[in-house]
């Protein structure tokens, strides 16, 4: 047997040991999450901070109790999944995923500090899984934070997401903009730019790309209709260009209201100055 089967079969009987660090919440109360009762001392999050570390670099030299650690954590998501599966409203599931983050962040930054991977089977969903939490509670920020480390070791999604990482967050995101998109508002215009530097080159269907590109380019126009006429003339080029192309990876994306109008804008505006003739006349006079 090798260590990490060894270390494998290790993990699995102590995740079936453990005692869950929280409360578990049965169906009977309505499946709600009841808030983590246990104060998190500075010790207790050291500890998982260590344990997260031996884990993803020397799984086979890991010791009990950094493996008990392992598993409790295992555990808890374990538990979380199935709470959450039992809440119906969205807004409920948002609260209990706002409660649960805070258990799992020690974890996280141990795991992304030590740069060596998620972990294998089980603990390699945490960081993934809290990356999408963290975007259903609004946090996009933190989640694209994660980003970076889960495409350089490749981390793959939980097989519920049935998408790699790139697609769950432009998906997640580009559905975010487009519901506060919806109602006339603005998304963060610096949120986007960022999951588009984030995606760049990494191979994905056109109809996810194209609806992240419509989402910019609503900003990209909205922000240059509320700017002087004198000044709007090249943030509307780039919004109309982001546009079109949205429209060029999949023409169901529904940009072309908003193509006609940038075009529209752009007719409107006064015609630029020929700069030869106005040199021209100063020279003359």
């Keep these: 047997m090798t260590p990490a089967r060894a270390h494998r079969e290790r993990m699995a009987a102590l995740a079936a040991q453990s005692v869950d660090p929280k409360p578990v919440v049965s169906s009977d109360g309505g499946g709600q999450p009841a808030p983590?009762?246990?104060?998190?001392?500075?010790?207790?999050?050291?500890?998982?901070?260590?344990?997260a570390t031996a884990i993803v670099t020397?799984?086979?030299?890991?010791?009990?109790?950094?493996?008990?650690?392992?598993?409790?954590?295992v555990l808890r998501l374990t538990h979380d999944l199935r709470d959450l599966k039992e809440i119906k409203g969205v807004d409920a599931k948002v609260a209990a995923k706002r409660r649960m983050l805070p258990e799992y962040q020690a974890w996280i930054d141990a795991i992304v500090a030590a740069d060596a991977g998620a972990g294998d089977g089980l603990i390699g969903e945490?960081?993934?899984?809290?990356?999408?939490?963290?975007?259903?509670?609004?946090?996009?920020?933190?989640?694209?934070?994660?980003?970076?480390?889960?495409?350089?070791?490749?981390?793959?999604?939980?097989?519920?997401?049935?998408?790699?990482?790139?697609?769950?967050?432009?998906?997640?995101i580009t559905a975010a903009a487009q519901s506060v998109q919806a109602l006339g508002e603005t998304f963060p215009a610096d949120i986007l730019a960022r999951?588009?530097?984030?995606?760049?080159?990494?191979?994905?269907?056109?109809?996810?790309?194209?609806?992240?590109?419509?989402?910019?380019?609503?900003?990209?126009?909205?922000?240059?209709?509320?700017?002087?006429?004198?000044?709007?003339?090249?943030?509307?080029?780039?919004?109309?260009?982001?546009?079109?192309?949205?429209?060029?990876?999949?023409?169901?994306?529904?940009?072309?209201?908003?193509?006609?109008?940038a075009e529209k804008l752009l007719k409107a505006l006064p015609p630029i100055p020929d700069q030869n003739n106005e040199q021209g006349g100063q020279q003359a006079a």
């Design 126 to 172: 945490v960081v993934p899984t809290c990356m999408v939490w963290l975007i259903d509670t609004g946090d996009f920020a933190a989640a694209l934070d994660l980003v970076p480390f889960l495409l350089k070791h490749k981390v793959a999604m939980p097989s519920r997401y049935k998408r790699d990482v790139a697609t769950v967050v432009v998906d997640e």
């Design 195 to 261: 999951v588009a530097d984030l995606v760049d080159g990494i191979d994905m269907h056109n109809e996810v790309r194209a609806k992240l590109l419509k989402a910019i380019g609503v900003e990209q126009l909205g922000a240059a209709e509320d700017m002087d006429a004198k000044e709007s003339r090249a943030p509307l080029e780039t919004a109309l260009a982001t546009l079109k192309e949205a429209h060029r990876l999949w023409n169901r994306v529904g940009v072309l209201d908003r193509v006609k109008r």
């Design 36 to 51: 983590a009762i246990i104060d998190r001392t500075p010790a207790m999050i050291h500890r998982e901070q260590v344990a």
């Design 58 to 73: 020397a799984p086979e030299t890991a010791t009990s109790a950094e493996d008990r650690i392992t598993a409790q954590i």
